[in-house]
């Protein structure tokens, strides 16, 4: 039995099918959910070098990540489960290490994520959080693969 479930979301739609599997499982299991969106500073790499003020950027990002956040809050609330929510803000960590970092404060008994499953070389370019996380994690990893 799960008695701490962590789901980290962003905006796409697997991370939202990663969120309604969380959010079975909590109701199921009667477990606590902490929803987790980190910010990912490495999206604005370039940005101060093009002559840009990269604050308003960041700025935007927490936003957004908070509106994920509290969206997910909505829809839990509307499951009755109640789910804390978490925004990180790292200057240099990747997101697949601040979520494991989460995991490991809040004492996770298992972490559920969508993953988009690319290969080959678009997998190598952008890197995945998804491998980091299952690679790295104390706990089980539940991947929700993406439609």
Known sequence: MYR???????????????????LRL???????????HVVDKMAIIG??????????VLAKLARSGRAVLDAARRSAKKLGVEAETVLREPLTKRVADEVLSEAKKWRADLIVMGTHGRRGLRRLVLGSDAEQIVRLANVPVLLVHGR
């Open 4 to 22: 701490k479930i962590l789901v980290p979301i962003d905006s796409s739609p697997t991370a939202a099918l990663g969120l309604r599997e969380a």
């Open 26 to 36: 909590a109701k199921d299991q009667n477990a606590a959910l902490r929803v987790v």
């Open 47 to 56: 940005v101060a070098e093009a002559g840009m003020n990269p604050r308003p």
